[in-house]
């Protein structure tokens, strides 16, 4: 068990030693810079006398309502979602001109045909 120190400048360097390694714990956080600074700062100061308010509700501030963060990932996800309906439909739109495309294709080889083997027979005779 650590005994808790006495002399006030020990106090005030292990509270240095704390937020110093806090801070370096949320700098490996994955979060947003701003996020991710605005927590590094307002940690060290949880550990300064007098700071402790002001430094939790600047972090609240930072953070903010988790409600918050999901509803900008809904409208994100709904966006999304616009665009792939979007491409799905141009999608299909296509899909159905390459079809008509084909079909045409099929008939103009099918009415060449008899054209094709007309002059095939022709140009037969000739070199004959």
Do not use: W
Request: proline share 5%; no cysteine.
């Amino acid at each position: 068990m650590k005994s808790i120190p006495t002399d006030p400048l020990e106090v005030l360097r292990s509270a240095r030693d704390t937020a110093h390694k806090i801070q370096e714990l949320a700098s490996k956080l994955t979060l947003p810079s701003d996020q991710r600074k605005a927590l590094a700062e307002n940690l060290a100061l949880l550990v300064m006398p007098g700071e402790q308010l002001s430094a939790l509700i600047d972090l609240a501030d930072t953070f903010g309502p988790p409600h918050t963060q999901i509803e900008e990932i809904r409208e994100t996800l709904a966006a999304q979602r616009e665009v792939l309906e979007a491409m799905l439909e141009d999608t299909e739109r296509i899909n159905q001109k390459v079809e008509r495309l084909a079909t045409a294709a099929e008939q103009i080889a099918a009415a060449q045909a008899p054209l094709r083997a007309l002059l095939t027979h022709f140009e037969k005779e000739s070199e004959e």
